[in-house]
């Protein structure tokens, strides 16, 4: 058998998505644990403005999570009958939209009932328990192999930049 190939704009959209979920849950863990708290902090106490880094993470995700969501509904739709992926892209969608609906000062001012809030705090979990699933059937259905495949800048010659556009055109049925 050989080498899994990934497609390059999944590889992109997944690796940036790799990036900024890891930073925006650990910052909203800190945030949650200094502004917060109430099941529990962390041991140590981390000075600054976390929830600064966290909505500019969130920013930042924002674009990416909804260029993925483009992907996996039109090129990546065969890979979203796997429930892993599945619940991981639903996960990411439901912390960046509801921390899109929160208002900045609600932590700092000790709003803590507000439902968004409850939300986007659910939301922070099931990132975190689908992110595990998500890697688990990764390894499971194709090992390191296909893992690695994620972080390979291999490019096969119909798959370059350039031809991204027209991927995702005719996946939604939209050819030239």
């Not at 939209?97 to 939301?123: F, I, N, P, T």
Request: net charge positive; with cysteine.
């Amino acid at each position: 058998m050989g080498r899994p190939y990934q497609p390059s704009l999944l590889r992109l959209l997944h690796g940036a998505t790799a990036v900024l979920v890891p930073l925006a849950w650990l910052s909203g863990l800190l945030v949650y644990s200094n502004l917060d708290g109430r099941w529990g902090r962390l041991p140590w106490r981390i000075g600054g403005d976390w929830i600064d880094l966290h909505g500019s993470t969130g920013v930042l995700l924002w674009p990416v999570t909804l260029l993925f969501g483009v992907y996996a509904l039109s090129v990546g739709r065969r890979r979203l009958q796997q429930p892993a992926n599945a619940l991981a892209l639903l996960a990411l969608a439901l912390a960046v939209g509801s921390g899109k609906l929160m208002q900045e000062d609600w932590l700092r001012q000790g709003v803590l009932d507000h439902w968004v809030y409850g939300v986007h705090l659910v939301a922070w979990l099931a990132i975190a328990l689908c992110v595990a699933v998500h890697v688990g059937a990764v390894l499971q259905r194709g090992g390191l192999p296909l893992a690695r495949s994620m972080a390979s800048w291999r490019m096969q010659a119909n798959d370059q930049p350039r031809h991204w556009i027209g991927q995702v055109r005719r996946a939604m049925g939209q050819r030239r």
